[in-house]
């Protein structure tokens, strides 16, 4: 039987349907601060796909996760909603209060982290975030904005100054206002990823849309590209629910 994973962030809502561990279909979606109807849409389509089960990530609040949880009820199979544990299987999470960690970058972990393995995580997305595990201890981590986001913020507080999009391609000093942003902001990120592993030497793992870019920049680290990332997580997170906790 398939299986219905669903990744559901602020602004998109990216879902995979498996079978025997192969990804057989997958879309990913802008739901405008309403993923409630966008998955309306879409659990039609589900309905008739001979799903076993769903797994979900999602970082929205309690409100919208409980209409998510009642639209999948049609679907009639269960549900299982990923949480981040201040220790689950062996994992221990690095934070103080748990539940402040983003649930995708706790699946992210949960997916690499092994014994005696010194891991550097690095999810590329709409921020950088960065997070350390030395076998099953987590460390914790930061949080950046992206490239994107950068610019964005800068495009805003700087009056006088228009900064059309551009690729994210040099670490060169730029030679006009448009480079000297892109080059800047590129250089800032891929600085503060090897002052982390500069301090901290560990195997160092990119995830996310500009994984690649990043990796360019960062191949004397040897950095190893996960694709799918939080997917594996997340998938690794049910099947071992079973022996830490019963299913609901």
Known sequence: MKKLWLDVGNTRLKYWITKDHHIVEQ?????????GDLL??????????????????SVLDQQNNQR???????????????????????LQC???Q?????????????????????????????????DLVDGLQHLG????????LQRDALTKGTKGIKIPDAAFEHLSPGRNTLDAVHHGILLGLISTVERVLSQ????LILTGGDAPLFAQYLHDYQPRLEEDLLLKGLQRYVALQST???IA
């Not at 039609?44 to 076993?52: D, I, P, R």
Request: glycine fraction near 8%; proline fraction near 6%.
């Open 27 to 35: 879309g990913a979606e802008l739901h405008l601060q309403s993923p």
């Open 40 to 57: 309306l849409g879409l659990v039609q389509h589900f309905k008739y796909q001979n799903l076993e089960h769903v797994g979900i990530s």
């Open 68 to 90: 998510i949880r009642q639209i999948l009820q049609w679907l009639d199979i269960p549900v299982i909603f990923a949480q981040v544990h201040a220790e689950y299987a062996g």
């Open 94 to 96: 690095g934070y103080d």
């Open 98 to 130: 748990p539940k402040q960690l983003g649930i995708d970058r706790w699946l992210q972990v949960l997916a690499v982290a092994a014994p005696e393995q010194a891991i550097c995580v690095v999810g590329c997305g709409t921020a950088l975030t960065i």
């Open 141 to 148: 981590g930061y949080i950046i904005p992206s490239l994107y």
């Open 200 to 203: 901290s030497p560990r195997q």
């Open 244 to 246: 830490v906790d019963t």
